[in-house]
T-cell receptor, first 113, second 116 residues
């Protein structure tokens, strides 16, 4: 069965600093990988997705992630944090289109001025 | 992108009553819909998977008689929490897929259920 591990339940950065949110996956078959963002009391918004095309995936709001099969990782990065990036971030995996996503426990990103 | 709408966004009910939450795909036909539950400060836990016209598949530990799911059309799925109790208070989120190759799920805005 597939699973996702997000390292670090809480990450704090200063405005303008690099954002790095870590995600490692476990899957017996090539996975589909996703990063979602959630603001308080709201649903999830897709940041980016990996679907076996380019290993470096660019998403919305300046975020990107790199799929590294050898490390079974899909870490999310952003060169320069904005205050508006403060939110909960979830990494998710599925192994087949049309099936449910399995989510990591989430990482809370705090951005200070 | 595809839009999924969930209603109501917030509901408060008395213990013992039933509550229905609707999930609609507004601009695409959802072959499959998923219901998740999220406790405060926690991740999303899959409750069930529903396909239009067939019975929902529930995850282990989810009471199918308490959480009734109906997927009557390609654009509507409903979750009914029957005989609600305070421990059922939670944030419920639906999601849908159009079945495209990317596997992306589109999420509703979520429904905050508070059972008094």
């Amino acid at each position: 069965a597939q699973s996702v591990t997000q390292l670090g339940s809480h990450v704090s950065v200063s405005e303008g600093a690099l954002v790095l949110l870590r995600c490692n996956y476990s899957s017996s078959v090539p996975p589909y990988l996703f990063w979602y963002v959630q603001y308080p009391n709201q649903g999830l918004q897709l940041l980016l997705k990996y679907t076996s095309a380019a290993t470096l995936v660019k998403g919305i709001n300046g975020f990107e992630a790199e799929f590294k099969k050898s490390e079974t990782s899909f870490h999310l990065t952003k060169p320069s944090a904005h205050m508006s990036d403060a939110a909960e971030y979830f990494c998710a995996v599925s192994v087949q289109a049309g099936t449910a996503l399995i989510f990591g426990k989430g990482t809370t990103l705090s951005v200070s001025s | 992108g595809a839009v999924v709408s969930q209603h109501p966004s917030r509901v408060i009910c008395k213990s013992g009553t039933s509550v229905k939450i609707e999930c609609r795909s507004l601009d695409f036909q959802a072959t499959t819909m998923f219901w998740y539950r999220q406790f405060p400060k926690q991740s999303l836990m899959l409750m069930a998977t529903s396909n239009e016209g067939s019975k929902a598949t529930y995850e282990q530990g989810v009471e199918k008689d308490k959480f009734l799911i109906n997927h009557a059309s390609l654009t509507l799925s409903t979750l009914t929490v029957t005989s609600a109790h305070p421990e059922d208070s939670s944030f419920y989120i639906c999601s849908a897929t159009s079945g495209d190759y990317t596997g992306e799920l589109f999420f509703g805005e979520g429904s905050r259920l508070t059972v008094l």
